[in-house]
């Protein structure tokens, strides 16, 4: 009698530990690996300053989960996918990280989401532009935070459209992220029943933007749309600057312009430009606030990617310590189900196709005379409201996706 | 006094010279066998399988350039079409062993190279890295433009597949023996080259190009030949490193990455067999260990530094350093 006693206490002692060992957090330790360009192009608008941001949420979030500690691990990705999935496997097949963040280039997010895929760890994705990783290269086992170019384009062209700027002459990148953009770029102007009465596609990348700016000049449209990223924006904003084309009357629409790329050209070169952004700093108090902590910290205003790093890192905490568990399905799931109300988004929610859904703003570039300090660089235009700004899913071609 | 020298003796010095010589490298040889076999229980294989995939490329490359002479500029162009075949043939015919998708794409970067070959060697010198760069480039903008590629975002999720149907490749310990004998074998076809009669006109064409016309060889032909061999293994390590990193992207076929096989054969020792081999698993190192460290930032740079100061005050690299040393010291 105490015999089956004891075996039955210890057969459901037993039962009840496997049960616990499934909801844990594996050798009682939360490891986030950083990766993102720390060395070229896209430095600014994650690189080192996100790891700042990183490691400023864990600090917000008292440093220990449940009790585990949270250790960090960054690494460069040299805007290399060799170099990445390299690092990545390393990190989840021997260094047990649980949670990849970071991830700028787009051909590296999706190399380290196929990696994480396979070893079932999560990745939360806040650089990257391209709006396939959560389309036809969407897994189970990564989420798309701050933006990408559904509503780069939706949101410009369809904002700038309802300003009064009917006629676009637009600039296209010869290659496929340029190509999709002008598609739906296109599309969307059509729909707001404006036109598109020219275009040039200009190689990738170009230095000398002179010839096609004088082309849109000459073409008499509104609003000249830059379908195009990077160096070729900047550039081409830059002739497009000597040249005058807003002084003379015409809009410029970038699609992909950071805080920092404006920093950087300035107010003077700058000013008049329309473009959509996830996030400014100076949006309301509660922003202000976390970025003049930022600030402290990095000496820079906080891009978008960087203020979403910040959010995504404490939503990814929180889920943790909610599932008490660092199981990457686990805190997916429990991520999709707890709304996200930060000083990043508001009611900003996690789709299935693990698309993070949020409000997105038409900004306007102030003018040298609006411009109170080096870093007051955007007005806020109007909301584009997280309904309209994301692919719908009805459109999706997710695998995660019942359509 | 003085003593006759008969020729017999100086002939049996040579040879006595030449077999310890050769019993040295052979023991060199042996010794790098068994540490690449153990390797991947103390080092993460996949990064060996990195590491193996560039000194194949180095290798390559060296071949080219230390031994004929030609400095190609446009040597990503191979690595990449050989990634992007055996990328496109193993992700859309399931049917396709591993080995076909990795002979395929072998093949197709042997056709480009005879191509470019047969373009580019007309002109010499800096001439003819000019002319390779060109070619190279024009091969990027396919690659950019086609759909294939997935463009900017690369081509994903390639499956390793099978080897002959019956070895997973799946499970890292197997591919990376199966990367190490692909490796070897190259490594010892390329020995081989180099010592034949071929080679030996190679190394000729190096030294004195007219001097190997007059002499009645016909030395476009040969370059032909070295550059179509070259471009093959080049396309070889390509199509493997698709298949062990499971994805081809632009990187490959950027020219930064001409760029970085000449300064992984230049570290290593240019002219050497082993030279190449040395250089990319330095370069690969040093850029893995940079990346983890503090000093992230500043890969770029101290890569170029290194690259200066190898020009500047190591001419032959660290292998060919390290002969220069033994001859003066050791023998």
């Known amino acids: ?403 | 006094m003085n003593q006759p020298i008969k020729s017999t003796d100086i002939h049996q010095s040579i040879l006595d010279d030449q077999k310890s010589q050769d019993r040295r490298k052979m023991m060199i040889n042996g010794v790098l066998l068994l540490v690449l076999l153990a390797a991947p229980l103390a080092i993460y294989p996949v990064f060996l399988m990195k590491i193996l995939c560039f000194s194949l490329f180095a290798v390559a490359f060296n071949l080219l350039f230390g031994f004929t002479g030609l400095l190609s500029f446009g040597h990503a162009a191979f690595l990449a079409a050989g990634g992007y075949t055996t990328g496109y043939l193993l992700s859309n015919y399931s049917g396709l062993g591993t080995e076909m998708g990795i002979i395929a794409g072998t093949l197709v970067a042997t056709g480009l190279g005879l191509a470019f070959a047969l373009l580019s060697i007309r002109r010499q010198g800096i001439y003819f890295a000019m002319v390779t760069l060109a070619l190279a480039q024009l091969v990027f903008f396919f690659f950019v433009q086609s759909e294939f590629t997935g463009g900017e975002d690369g081509m994903h999720g390639i499956p390793r597949g099978e080897l002959f149907g019956l070895v997973s490749l799946e499970d890292n310990l197997n591919m990376y023996y199966f990367v190490l004998a692909v490796f070897i074998a190259c490594y010892l076809l390329v020995q081989r080259v180099v010592g034949s009669p071929f080679g030996q006109v190679l190394k000729a064409i190096k030294q004195n190009e007219p001097r190997a016309v007059s002499l009645g060889y016909n030395v476009d032909r040969y370059k032909i030949l070295a550059f179509v061999l070259s471009a093959a293994l080049a396309g070889l390590a390509g199509s493997m490193k698709s298949v062990v990193f499971q994805l081809a992207s632009l990187n490959d076929a950027h020219w930064h990455m001409s760029g970085e096989v000449i300064l992984m054969t230049l570290v290593g020792g240019m002219g050497t067999l082993l030279g190449p081999v040395v250089g990319a698993t330095f370069v690969v190192n040093v850029e893995y260990q940079l990346s983890q460290g503090p000093l992230r930032d500043w890969v770029d740079p101290i890569l170029g530094a290194i690259f200066v100061l190898t020009v500047l005050a190591f001419r032959s690299g660290i292998v060919g350093e390290i002969q220069k040393f033994m001859r003066r010291n050791l023998s």
């Open chain 1, 1 to 403: 009698m105490t015999m089956t006693k004891k075996l039955l206490t210890s057969a459901v002692a037993s039962a009840l530990m496997v049960g616990a060992a499934q909801a844990e957090i594996t050798d009682n330790t939360v490891k986030i690996g950083y990766l993102a360009d720390m060395s070229g192009t896209y430095r600014d608008l994650a690189g080192p300053n996100g790891l700042a941001a990183l490691e400023m949420a864990i600090k917000d979030f008292g440093g220990k989960v449940n009790g585990a500690k949270i250790e960090v691990v960054s690494a460069d990705d040299r805007n290399s996918p060799d170099a990445a999935s390299s690092t990545v496997r390393r990190w989840v097949e021997n260094d047990n990280v649980d949670m990849v963040a970071g991830l700028v280039a787009s051909s590296v997010s999706i190399a380290v989401s196929k990696i994480l895929e396979e070893n079932d760890k999560l990745g939360i994705v806040s650089g990257s532009a391209a709006s396939s990783i959560t389309n036809e290269h969407c897994t189970p086992n990564h989420i798309h935070y701050v933006y990408d170019t559904y509503p780069l384009a939706n949101g410009t062209a369809s904002a700038v459209v309802k300003e009064g700027g009917q006629s676009w002459y637009l600039l296209t990148a010869d290659y496929a992220f340029g190509h999709a953009l002008e598609g739906d770029v296109t599309r969307v102007v059509e729909e707001n029943g404006g036109e598109v009465i020219g275009k040039v596609r200009h190689p990738f990348p170009t230095q000398d933007f002179s010839s096609f700016i004088l082309q849109a000049q000459a073409s008499g449209a509104d609003v000249v749309g830059l379908a195009n990223a990077g160096a070729d924006t900047t550039n081409a904003i830059n002739t497009a600057s000597e040249f005058g084309v807003t002084q003379s009357g015409q809009t410029l629409a970038a699609l992909l312009l950071f805080l920092t790329d404006v920093h950087a050209l300035g107010a003077e070169t700058a000013q008049g430009i329309q473009l959509t952004t996830g996030w400014y700093w100076d949006m309301n108090d509660e922003t202000r606030e976390w970025s003049d902590r930022f600030m402290e910290e990095t000496g820079v205003r906080p891009t978008m990617v960087h203020a979403g790093i910040y959010s995504s890192t404490l939503q990814y905490l929180n889920a943790v310590a909610a599932t008490g568990s660092d199981n990457a399905q686990a805190v997916r799931e429990q991520m999709m189900d707890t709304p996200i109300n930060d000083m990043f988004a508001k009611n900003g929610r996690i789709r299935e196709d693990g698309r993070m859904v949020h409000d997105m703003y038409l900004a306007e570039v102030k003018t040298p005379a609006e411009s109170s300090s080096d870093w007051d660089l955007y007005k806020i235009l109007r909301t584009i409201p997280a309904d309209q700004a994301y692919r719908p899913l009805s459109e999706s071609k997710c695998d995660l996706v019942n359509n």
